[in-house]
């Protein structure tokens, strides 16, 4: 028995996918693909699958994982990349199969890009709105947690901001806390400035990379 780890997009219509139905599609997958799960002992065995950090609904992932325990014996890391190829469909798309370099519980980081398209206002006066709105001493929001909702602000946990324009577009990069203990999700900076300025725009999220606490990429 040994632990693989599965590397995915999530990306189109997936991307409406929830966490659940995503994790059953997974094990319809595996089973289609007729993969040699490892299943724990017991009056309940059952098999080991899971993801390194779900993410949100609507959300275009760039480099998924999802964990399971097979039976080395009976298949490579290969034939697991191909069949999963073939037993997914085209917005869930499998790239790597690997064997896991770092635990999930080391993820403190993730890097996102936003790209946002006002309804009507001109590209320029947009970004001069967005980047005035980030440029505030503080960016004040509100969360919820598991003794109400909290107040925070969320100014210093924004981290090597990068803003350009790209065919009608403004695009954002920049680095949020994506910890178990601690996280921000974008949609809450981006929320916050719709209250803030009653502005009018589509906004695509992505989320490209994860890393631990000293930078390194998840892997």
């Given amino acids: 028995m040994k632990t693989v780890r599965i590397w995915f997009r999530k990306t189109g219509a997936a991307r409406f ?9 997974m094990a319809r997958a595996v089973h289609m693909a007729k993969i040699p ?8 065995p059952h098999a080991f ?11 275009t992932g760039e480099r998924e ?22 037993a997914l469909p085209p917005d869930l798309p499998v790239f790597a199969v690997t064997e896991p370099k770092m635990k999930p519980g080391k993820i403190a980081f993730a890097s996102y890009t936003l790209r946002m398209e006002p309804e009507k206002e001109e590209l320029s006066e ?14 004040l929001t509100q969360k919820k947690s598991k003794s109400g909702m909290l107040t925070l602000d969320i100014k210093p946990d924004i981290k090597n901001l990068k ?9 954002s990069d920049f680095l949020l806390p994506a910890g178990s203990e601690y996280n921000v999700n974008p949609s809450l900076l981006v929320e916050t400035f719709r209250a803030q ?16 606490a000293s930078m390194k990429i998840f892997e």
């Fill in 17 to 25: 996918i929830s966490h659940l139905d995503l994790n059953r599609c």
């Fill in 37 to 44: 799960l490892w299943y724990t002992q017991g009056f309940n």
């Fill in 49 to 59: 699958i899971t993801f390194a950090l779900p993410l949100s609904l609507g959300m």
């Fill in 65 to 86: 994982s999802m964990d399971m325990k097979i039976d080395e014996t009976k298949i490579t890391e290969n034939e697991i990349l191909s069949r999963l190829q073939q």
């Fill in 126 to 139: 947009f970004r001069q709105k967005w980047e005035d709105f980030l440029n505030q001493e503080t960016i």
């Fill in 163 to 171: 803003i350009r324009e790209e065919e009608g577009r403004i695009v």
């Fill in 197 to 212: 300025t009653e502005k009018e725009f589509y906004c695509e999220y992505i989320r490209r990379y994860l890393y631990d």
